[in-house]
């Protein structure tokens, strides 16, 4: 099958009888030799395992049994999510000593029980503190639409893998925006859900109280059977919230119809790029979204996610700092420092403020159903790009690409990045909700989808 066939196409071929899964696995195996040299994607390729896999679909396809409805589609994840057999990485060099995972994630097991087949590891930046998808030990992840430009972070190696036609479908996590971003720079559709909402067991955190793990996929169908399949609640992940399964895929036919959309104005007008102005209108125009709401104190929210985050993690790498600080990419390792200095009454401050912005968020959605923002200020920058141009100012470049993205992680809103196809290279725009909605934002995915409004570009061979 073609490289840029969709999880769901893949699946009902395979259900179909129209190809076997290992027809399937092998081709994506074969992609990921001939094209991974390029892009960096993957950090670890696991073909005995998935054709093992691929081959237990078949037999039991041979026995008259649906494979799923995931059947047979090829799915990589994150190096910082749990796979049997493999240190667990979290893109760093002080992981590769870890012993070998014994078990898979929960995520993995749940998409595998839908037939999805795991075919490898995905780079990210180190620790996950990182938006640009470029790491020191192992390198960059590339963009396939620029090979010189950035993948996005830290979830670059799953960006880069699903744009790159390597695989339809992969898992990042998202701490700041870490789906979200690669989601953007990358041209592809990114979930992620409410916080709570789909386990984080067997991965390795960054920050606990603001980790995500969600899927990207070229298509918003395809966000969808992946989201489904992940649901449930775990009680090894404490914050997975023991709420019932909400499956979204019967009601993405409703599309847009009867949902009441407005763009976020304020701070979410400023440092934006005509790109990004454009496609935030495009998608605006295409919804008939003409109100406007104002984020409050969305700034302050940024800096507070800022010291929850540089607090938080630094907190859980202390030890690492003590024994292997010269191991550590030397601005994740000054970040790090820099957060354990913090002094305690301003992590106090921010988890306070953090309780009433939440409230004044939720009141947004009072009279409407979801929110329209960028998902990045810009496209995919150069790789090793250091500042950039923002409201006439030159900026430090990595702290102002999850300027959008961060106000809203830090209360744990449901948020899907829709690709908008400008040239010469894509860029996103959030799709935001209340919690437990994603059916609200994976129904205007997929009905700007199929007006050709949001589309995941091919990049050029």
């Not at 667990?88 to 999805?116: C, M, V, W, Y």
């Amino acid at each position: 099958m073609s490289a840029w066939q969709s999880a769901a196409r893949i699946a009902a071929a395979v259900n179909g009888g129209r190809t076997t899964a290992v027809a399937v696995v092998e081709a994506a195996l074969k992609r990921i030799e001939m094209h991974n040299g390029a892009l960096n994607a993957f950090t670890a390729v696991t073909p005995t395992r998935a054709l093992a896999r691929a081959t237990a679909i078949d037999a039991a396809q041979a026995q008259g049994k649906l494979g799923g409805p995931l059947a047979g589609v090829p799915f990589a994840v994150k190096n910082l999510i749990d796979v049997a057999g493999l240190p667990t990485l979290a893109g760093s060099k002080i992981n590769r000593g870890r012993p070998p995972a014994e078990r898979d994630s929960p995520l993995i097991s749940r998409l595998e029980a839908a037939g999805a087949v795991l075919v490898g590891t995905l780079n990210m930046g180190e620790y996950a503190y990182d938006f640009t998808g470029e790491n020191v030990h192992y390198g960059a992840a590339c963009n396939p639409h620029a090979a010189a430009h950035m993948a996005g972070g830290s979830s670059g190696g799953s960006g880069a893998a699903v744009a790159g036609g390597l695989v339809p479908l992969s898992l990042g996590s998202d701490t700041n925006g870490s789906i979200r971003v690669p989601s953007s720079f990358c041209g592809l559709f990114g979930l992620k859900p409410t916080y709570g909402r789909l386990s984080r067991a067997g991965s390795f955190p960054f920050v606990a109280s603001l980790d995500h793990l969600g899927p990207l996929a070229r298509t918003a169908l395809d966000l969808a059977l992946a989201y489904d399949a992940m649901q449930g609640y775990d009680p090894s992940d404490p914050v997975c919230v023991d709420r019932p399964a909400e499956p979204v895929l019967p009601g993405l036919e409703h599309g847009s119809k009867g949902l009441r959309v407005a763009v976020a104005g304020g701070y979410f007008r400023r440092g934006m790029s005509t790109a990004a102005q454009a496609a935030v209108g495009r998608i605006a125009a295409a919804l008939d979204a003409s109100g406007e709401v104002e984020f409050p104190e969305a700034a302050r929210a940024r800096a507070a996610a800022s010291v929850i985050t540089a607090a938080e993690g630094a907190t859980l790498h202390l030890d690492r700092l003590r024994r292997h600080a010269a191991d550590f990419d030397p601005t994740v390792r000054d970040r790090l420092i820099a957060g354990a200095m913090l002094p305690a009454p301003l992590l106090v401050r921010a988890q306070k403020f953090r309780r009433w912005y939440r409230d004044q968020v939720l009141g947004l959605f009072e009279g409407i159903d979801a929110i329209l923002a960028p998902a990045t200020p810009f496209t995919a920058p150069r790789l090793g790009q250091q500042t950039v141009l923002l409201d006439g100012a030159e900026l430090p470049l990595r702290p102002n690409i999850g300027i959008f993205t961060q106000p809203i992680s830090f209360v744990g809103l449901p948020v899907v990045v829709v690709p908008v196809p400008l040239q010469p290279l894509p860029i996103g725009v959030q799709i935001i909700a209340p919690p437990w909605r994603e059916d609200v934002v994976l129904r205007i995915a997929y009905s700007l989808e199929k007006d050709g409004v949001a589309l995941a570009p091919q990049p050029p061979r």
